[in-house]
C-alpha cells in the first residue's frame, strides 16, 4: 500500500539566479491552501477528489502519457494521487495546480511543482494536459501562472524541468516559454523498460522578469 501511494506519488513527475542582495521570503499560505489563479483562458487551483475521473480520461491515453512516469490507471489510484498532492503540499514539499478551462469545473490537466531542496530555493515542475487542449494557448496561459507562483509565492530561484527528447511538444513548450536548455541528462528517464535522454530546461527569476517586463511591452 505504502508503495503504490509512493509510486502514483511520483505520478507525472515528467516530471521536469538570485537578483543579488534580495532577500525571498517563503510565505507559508499556500501550505494551508493553494491560491486560485486566473488567467485569460483557464483557472489553476488546488486539485479535489471529485477531478479523478476526469484526470483519468484526459491523462491517461498514449500521446499524453508516452513520455512521463505512467499516471494511474483507475479512478481510485488517482483519488489516491490527489489525497497526496494535498499532503505533499501541507508538508511544503509540493504544489500540484488543476488545470480548469474558464467555462468547465472539471480538471483537464496538471502542472506540478516540486522543491529540489528544503526551502524550495530550486524546484522542478511538470505538466500534462489532456490532448484536446493541446495547441490551443492552455499551456501557456497554465504555465505564466504557475511560473510566477514559484518564484513570487514560493519563492524558487531557479526552476528546472526535464524532457525526454523525443518529446517533441514537451520540448517545444519549454522552448517557446522561455526556458534555457542547459544540457542533456543521458539516459535518466526509465520507460517501458527503456533508459531515454532527457533535456534539463531552466528558468531564473531573474530571466522571468526580464520576461515579463518584455511580455508587458508587447502587451501596452
Ligand atoms: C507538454 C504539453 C503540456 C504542452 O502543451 P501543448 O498545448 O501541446 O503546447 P503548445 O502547443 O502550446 O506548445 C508546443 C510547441 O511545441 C511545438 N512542437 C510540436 N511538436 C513538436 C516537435 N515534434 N518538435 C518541436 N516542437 C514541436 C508546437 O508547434 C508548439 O509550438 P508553437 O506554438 O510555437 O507552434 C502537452 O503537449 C502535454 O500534456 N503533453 C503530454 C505530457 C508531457 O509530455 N508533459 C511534458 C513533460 S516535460
Redesign the pocket.
Known amino acids: 500500500m505504502k508503495n503504490q501511494a509512493l509510486r502514483e506519488s511520483r505520478v507525472m513527475v ?3 539566479s538570485i537578483e543579488s542582495g534580495r532577500t525571498k521570503t517563503t510565505t507559508s499560505d499556500w501550505k494551508q491552501a493553494l491560491p486560485v489563479l486566473t488567467g485569460s483562458m483557464v483557472t489553476l487551483r488546488e486539485l479535489r477528489i471529485s477531478d479523478a475521473t476526469s484526470l483519468l480520461a484526459m491523462l491517461s491515453t498514449e500521446e ?1 502519457a508516452r ?2 512516469s505512467p499516471p494511474p490507471t483507475t479512478v481510485e489510484g488517482f483519488e489516491r494521487f490527489i489525497a497526496w498532492t494535498q499532503r505533499e503540499r501541507a508538508a511544503g514539499n509540493y504544489a500540484c495546480f488543476a488545470v480548469v478551462p474558464h467555462g468547465m469545473n472539471t480538471a483537464i ?1 496538471i502542472f506540478q511543482v516540486r522543491q529540489l531542496e528544503p526551502g524550495f530555493g530550486t524546484a522542478e515542475w ?4 489532456g490532448s484536446a ?8 496561459d497554465s504555465a505564466r501562472m504557475v511560473i510566477d507562483f514559484a518564484f513570487d509565492t514560493i519563492g524558487t530561484h531557479r526552476l528546472e ?3 525526454a527528447i523525443l ?7 519549454l522552448r ?1 516559454i522561455g526556458a534555457m536548455q542547459e544540457g542533456i541528462l543521458r539516459k535518466s528517464f526509465l520507460r517501458n523498460g527503456e533508459y531515454l535522454d532527457q533535456a534539463l530546461w531552466t528558468i531564473l527569476d531573474e530571466d522571468w522578469k526580464q520576461h515579463r517586463v518584455v511580455w508587458g511591452a508587447r502587451i501596452h
Open positions: 515528467a516530471l521536469q499524453v513520455f512521463i490537466g511538470g505538466f500534462a494536459i487542449f493541446w495547441g490551443t494557448g492552455v499551456f501557456m524541468a526535464r524532457a518529446n517533441g511538444r514537451g520540448n517545444g513548450a517557446k
